[in-house]
């Protein structure tokens, strides 16, 4: 079976453009796992996580100030092996989003419904700081 790396699909130029974004792309096949979404609401920031077959528990979400992180492993079911082939993707993933604008995370919430995980990221606001004149 094919091992999981962490590579980027498109070459140099795309991996300069992942460090600039702080993306990362696990790969297998040419396509990036899970397949992410960024939308933006008028008071949230929503992430989007294709997971089909992963169990929910087995999923970690962390939202900082700056980012979110996504992390998991999709197990094989049988283990038995012998297959004559297989299309199946197993092992353990990790993408991270870095989010656009302030946040709160204490208030983010996630959901997991049909293998799909949407975090929901409540906006913050801008802190201004006075300066002073002398």
Not at 6 to 12: C, F, L, M, W, Y
Not at 30 to 51: N, Y
């Amino acid at each position: 079976m094919p091992k999981l790396e962490e590579r980027s699909p498109g070459g140099a130029w795309l991996d300069e453009a992942e460090q600039l974004l702080d993306v990362t792309w696990p790969v297998l096949g040419g396509e990036p796992l899970p397949a992410l979404e960024l939308e933006e609401t008028e008071k949230h920031w929503i992430v989007r996580a294709e997971l089909p077959g992963i169990d929910p528990r087995g999923v970690e979400v962390t939202v900082t100030e700056a980012a979110v992180r996504i992390a998991g492993e999709k197990r094989s079911e049988s283990g038995r092996g012998g297959y004559l082939f297989t299309e199946r993707r197993f092992g353990c993933f990790e993408r991270r989003v870095t989010l656009p604008g302030p946040v709160d995370p204490a208030r983010a919430r996630a959901t997991f419904r049909h293998g799909l995980l949407t975090v929901a990221i409540p906006k913050g606001e801008h802190h201004r700081i006075p300066s002073e004149s002398t």
